[in-house]
C-alpha cells in the first residue's frame, strides 16, 4: 500500500497525483469494502444529498491544461483545473465555455472562484446561456476516468463527431460522482461575442415577465439570455437595484452594429409592456455574472447550511413558473427567474425545505424537476433531493451504478438512496 492509502479516516481526503493513483485508491476501496466521496476542490460538496463515507478521494491536484488549439475550437484539461484558470486562458483567444457555468460557491457557504473542470462536468452546469447554447454536457467531447470497477478507461475524442456507440462522455455528466472519477476531459469552446448590451423592462409581475420573456426569445433577435428579478431580489443586484421595481433583462450579444438593430427591434415589439431601460457592456457582464451565479441568495457571513434560507432549483416550463411561484409565496418564498422562466430559483426563508409543497406547487403545472440545491445536512439525509424518478428510469439508473460501480463505493447515495 502507497503512502497514499495509509488506513484512511472518514474524515481523511485522498489527493492523488495521477491516474495511477486513483486507480490504486479505487481498487484500494474494492477490496476493503471501503466507500470514498468524489470531489475536486470541495467547492460544490454540500450539493446532492448528505452521505458518510469512509474517505474522500479529492482530485484537485490534477491540473493542468494538456491540449488547447484555439483554431479546431478544442480544449483538454485535467479534471483539477480550476475554471478560473480555463476561461483566463480561453479569454486571450476570444474564446468562451458558452455554457457559462455557474460558481456555487457564495451560494454554498463557499469561497467564490473555487470550481473545477470535473466538478463543472460531474454537475452538468449551465448558466443563463443554456436555452440558446446547451448545458456543459452539450459541450463535452472526450473523457478519461475511473470507474468503481477500479478500471481506467477513455471514450469520446476531440472533435464534434467522434461517437460510436454509447455517448460516455455525455452520459457521465450530471452524475456528481457516482459512477467515476474523472482524470482528462476534453470540450469544446467557442467565440467570444465581441460586446453586449442588456434591454430592460421595469416594474412587470412575475407572469407578465414570463410572457414578455417568451416573446423574446421567440423572435428573430437572438437574444442570448433573459431573466427576471423580482423587486425586492432586483433590489440587491448593483447594477439594477437604482430601479426601485421588478426588473426584466434580455441579453443581446455579438458586434455593436448588430446589436443596436436587434435592439431597436425589440423595443417596438416589447416597448407596449413596460418602461424600457438598458445596461452598456461592463454593467451587463457584471448584472449576468450576478444572476448566473444566484448571487441574491448567497450565504450571508456567519450564516451557514444548518441556518441560511433553502434553496430550490425548479425547472418547470417557462410559462408556469410564476404559478409555482405564487404557490410558495405564502410560505414566504422569494424567487429569481432564469432562463427565460424556465428556471427558478426559491429562497425559503426558515430554512426548512418544505419539500412536500414544493413538489406539489411543481406538480399541479404539468410536471418539471425541483433539486434541493441548500439545507442543512439533516434535510439533505432524509430527503429525496434531487426529483424523485419514475420507475423505469430508476431502474436503468440503478442498472448503469451497477455497470460502473458494482461494489458502490463511489459517493454511495449521494443523488438517490440505496444507489
Not at 158 to 177: A, F, Q
Not at 239 to 256: C, I, N, P, Q, S
Not at 345 to 373: F, S
Request: hydrophobic content about 45%; proline content about 6%; overall charge neutral.
Amino acid at each position: 500500500m502507497s503512502a497514499l492509502l495509509e488506513e484512511p479516516t472518514a474524515t481523511e481526503r485522498l489527493c492523488p497525483r495521477d491516474e495511477a493513483e486513483v486507480v490504486e485508491a479505487v481498487a484500494w476501496a474494492v477490496s476493503n469494502g471501503r466507500t470514498l466521496d468524489v470531489a475536486g476542490a470541495g467547492s460544490k460538496a454540500g450539493l446532492g444529498r448528505h452521505i458518510q463515507t469512509d474517505a474522500t478521494l479529492e482530485l484537485k491536484a490534477l491540473t493542468g491544461v494538456t491540449l488547447y488549439e484555439p483554431e479546431e475550437l478544442v480544449l483538454s484539461a485535467k479534471a483539477g483545473t480550476p475554471i478560473a484558470e480555463i476561461e483566463a486562458l480561453v479569454a486571450a483567444s476570444h474564446q468562451m465555455m458558452a455554457f457559462e457555468p455557474m460558481d456555487y460557491g457564495p451560494l454554498l457557504g463557499q469561497p467564490a472562484g473555487g470550481g473545477t473542470l470535473g466538478g463543472v462536468m460531474a454537475c452538468n452546469l449551465a448558466g443563463p446561456r443554456r436555452p440558446s447554447a446547451g448545458a456543459a454536457r452539450d459541450h463535452a467531447l472526450g473523457v478519461r476516468a475511473v470507474s468503481g470497477r477500479a478500471e481506467a478507461f477513455k471514450a469520446g475524442g476531440r472533435v464534434v463527431k467522434n461517437v460510436t456507440g454509447y455517448d460516455l462522455p455525455r452520459g457521465l455528466s450530471g452524475s456528481h460522482g457516482t459512477l467515476a472519477a474523472f482524470i482528462d476531459l476534453t470540450i469544446k469552446v467557442l467565440p467570444r461575442p465581441e460586446t453586449v448590451e442588456t434591454l430592460l423592462i421595469l416594474g412587470l409581475d412575475d407572469a407578465a415577465a414570463a410572457s414578455a420573456m417568451s416573446a423574446a426569445m421567440g423572435s428573430y433577435y437572438d437574444v442570448s439570455g433573459a431573466a427576471h428579478l423580482p423587486a425586492d431580489i432586483a433590489g440587491l443586484v448593483p447594477a439594477v437595484a437604482g430601479a426601485g421595481r421588478a426588473v426584466t433583462a434580455l441579453r443581446l450579444e455579438g458586434v455593436k452594429p448588430s446589436i443596436l438593430h436587434r435592439r431597436g427591434k425589440l423595443e417596438a415589439l416589447l416597448g407596449g409592456r413596460g418602461e424600457l431601460s438598458f445596461l452598456d457592456a461592463d454593467a451587463s457582464r457584471a448584472f449576468w455574472r450576478t444572476v448566473r451565479d444566484v448571487e441574491p441568495f448567497a450565504l450571508a457571513p456567519g450564516e451557514t447550511l444548518d441556518v441560511g434560507p433553502a434553496i430550490w432549483r425548479v425547472s418547470v416550463a417557462p410559462m408556469a413558473g410564476a404559478s409555482v411561484v405564487a404557490a410558495l409565496r405564502p410560505l414566504g418564498a422569494r424567487a429569481l427567474y432564469d432562463w427565460a422562466g424556465g428556471l427558478v430559483w426559491i429562497a425559503l426563508p426558515d430554512g426548512t425545505p418544505r419539500t412536500a409543497e414544493v413538489r406539489a406547487a411543481v406538480a399541479a403545472m404539468g410536471g418539471g424537476h425541483a433539486t434541493l440545491i441548500r439545507a442543512s445536512a439533516g434535510a439533505r439525509a432524509g430527503e429525496e433531493v434531487f426529483q424523485p424518478l419514475d420507475p423505469v428510469t430508476k431502474a436503468l439508473v440503478t442498472r448503469m451504478k451497477h455497470g460502473f460501480d458494482p461494489a458502490r463505493v463511489l459517493s454511495p447515495g449521494r443523488m438517490y438512496a440505496g444507489v
